[in-house]
């Protein structure tokens, strides 16, 4: 590798975890009282790997995911999708986002399964893909109360209802359209993974009712997905035809507050670099930008090659902690950008080359969870994980 500090991904974790989820998410479908609703007797899993994988590698993931049976990935961005289809992924990709007009010549080209959350988009779909002489498959988005993206569903007042009427007028219309294939409605929770599941069942029978009410109208055999990674450990009732697991496929919790005894969980990432530099400071001695950090005793500082471009924010500065031989030693002094320093004072026989565990477990069990780093960044795992991935170089166990 070209940089003394990197991510190490544990593939076989991946795998644990993947199959974890489906053993939770088959058992969960088979006590749900929704079941009469469902297109599949036992939901398909559309594994998300947008953001490379959540820092962990999408193409590497994809594969891994793709051997044990996977059809189905989601990703945010057409390059995402077109890196999957060029690294040799088969299965149907989902793009999540708003798709650009000047993308769908490779949305076609590439096989790739678009959201639409207008008329204007599938409008636009279906003139390029007429020209070409294709059927485009596409997803309807609505929007049961996240408020980003998709259709409307709500019930009550006369505009929210009139709003109802008007999408599922349009969603009949572009079923109608020769170029363009409807093959599933999707949804999103907002808040499954808190503590009140008052607002998430509104949701759901948002959800629910909306697209009974677009079956009315004649839009037939699509499969249902609203169920994420906080649903599939907190709420079964919403498995309905396709399941969308993204960080708990990594190996970490949604929130603090989901249940942790229904789904054990392996770790897919962890961030390690070596010790480049070492030397000792005397008492009044000041270690880096600012001089934040003032020696009360004579200091044994280590130098290791990662900061905050690397994904180590800055806002850990005089917080983190890192583990070398076994022992925890400060981050001290302000995260560079590409380097930051350590005190190693207490810790006996440390020298140049010694690994260090900035994220992830030693062999004693000891370490330094995503969770940790996020709550003192004052931010959640799933930052920390993107961030992490986007300069360090990945080394892969269990290829």
Known sequence: MN??????????????????????????????????????????????????????????????????????????????????????IK??????????????????????????????????????????????????????????????????????????????????????????????????????????????????????????EIEEAGVKNKWKSIANSGAILEYPESFLDVVRPGIIMYGCYPSSEVDREKLNLKPVMSVKAEIVHIKTIEIGDFVGYGRLFKAKRNTKIATIPIGYADGYSRLLTGKAEVLVKGKRAKVVGAICMDQCMIDVTDIYGVEIGDEVIIMGEDVSGNRITSCEIANLEGTINYEVLCSFGIRLPHKYIGE
């Open 3 to 88: 940089r003394q500090a990197w991510i190490e991904i544990n593939l076989n974790n991946l795998k644990y975890n993947y199959q974890e989820i489906k053993k939770l998410v088959t058992k969960g479908s088979k006590e749900n009282k929704y079941n009469s609703n469902k297109l599949y007797n036992i939901p398909k899993i559309a594994s998300i790997i947008k953001a490379n994988a959540y820092g962990c590698g999408a193409i590497k993931c994809a594969k891994t995911l793709e051997k044990l049976g996977c059809e189905m990935f989601a990703v945010a961005t057409v390059k995402e999708a077109i890196e999957l289809r060029q690294g040799g």
């Open 91 to 212: 299965g149907d990709i989902i793009l999540l986002g708003i798709i650009p007009e000047n993308t769908l010549e490779d949305i076609l080209e590439y096989n790739l399964c678009p959201i639409i959350s207008s008329k204007k988009e599938a409008l636009a779909l279906n003139f390029v893909a007429e020209k070409k002489g294709k059927i485009i498959k596409c997803v309807i988005a609505i929007d049961t109360g996240m408020g980003r993206i998709g259709w409307r569903a709500f019930d009550g007042s006369d505009f929210k209802r009139a709003d109802r009427l008007k999408a599922i007028n349009e969603i009949k219309e572009i079923d109608d359209l020769k170029s363009i294939e409807i093959t599933g409605f999707l949804s999103h929770f907002s808040s499954v993974d808190g503590a009140s599941m008052e607002y998430t069942n509104w949701q759901l029978k948002n959800f629910l009712k909306i697209c009974e």
